[in-house]
């Protein structure tokens, strides 16, 4: 089963492909897309087990290559010759670890939203496995609405409103909880491979983008400062989930960055 995917603009001109994060979908980034799709061919998927690719399992054994294996089915199918990823989140550790370990030459940027570049140490990584596998418990044996109530407490979130959190709350009411579990362990931070001897030996251009508000991803974007090939920018005003909190100046940023 391929991936399910939402296409705008002309197939003609650059291509841009949208990876949301974990409980959001394709639909995440149509204000952004409105303002890119007179320049930009701008294909935005919905990763395994949410919206529109909800049927599609991640693989608990072998999540990322799984993920990585999809997504050249798609470009392939597409005939997709060149093309940036855009990924936020959980979008943006499945496209970095893509171009970690794919390398494939039609990819010719990435663009890292508020994105984790894996754990270096082998303890660190069993807690997160613990943790994930605790959030998955939740996802697949309480309500939807519980469980997102819980997520949102998270510190990450801390910066929004309590409306705000409504806002998400509702607007990821959609989803189902198991897929989502499946999808949480699949790609758990906990399995992904530490990017960083990537990052300092690549040649591949990567935009990397954090709110200021975000206290944890900043801590990844000093991680990344100085790094040849890395261009680290810290979005005023802005926390975790910067596409949706700040439209014109995201779009902007893409823009400025693919000139």
């Avoid at 089963?1 to 394709?26: D, I, N, R, W």
Wanted: charged fraction near 20%; include cysteine; glycine fraction near 8%.
């Amino acid at each position: 089963m391929p991936l399910y995917k939402q296409q705008q603009g002309c197939a003609k001109k650059p291509t841009l492909v949208f990876l949301h994060g974990f409980l959001g979908s394709s639909n995440d980034w149509n204000e952004t897309i409105a303002l890119l799709k007179e320049d930009f061919h701008c294909i935005a998927i919905d990763l395994p087990g949410h919206g529109g690719s909800v049927a599609i399992e991640g693989s608990l054994t072998d999540g990322f290559n799984h993920f990585h294996r999809l997504l050249q089915n798609m470009l392939n199918e597409l005939n997709v010759t060149q093309y940036v990823i855009v990924g936020y989140s959980l979008g943006g550790r499945l496209a970095l670890d893509y171009a970690r370990s794919q390398s494939d030459p039609r990819l010719t940027a990435l663009i890292l939203e508020s994105s984790h570049i894996g754990l270096a140490d082998q303890y660190a990584k069993e807690r997160r496995l613990m943790d994930d596998h605790s959030w998955a418990k939740t996802f697949a044996t309480e309500g939807v609405i519980e469980a997102l109530s819980e997520w949102y407490e998270q510190e990450i979130f801390s910066d929004l409103s309590d409306r705000k959190k409504e806002m998400f709350i509702n607007k990821r009411a959609h989803n189902y909880g198991v897929p989502l579990a499946n999808m949480l362990l699949s790609t758990s931070l906990g399995k992904q491979i530490y990017a960083m001897p990537y990052l300092q030996q690549t040649t591949l251009p990567i935009s990397y983008c954090v709110g200021a508000k975000d206290k944890k991803f900043r801590g990844v974007a000093d991680q990344l400062c100085g790094l040849k090939n890395i261009n680290v920018t810290e979005f005023e005003k802005a926390g975790h989930n910067i596409h949706q909190e700040n439209v014109q100046q995201f779009a902007q940023f893409i823009r400025q960055q693919l000139k």
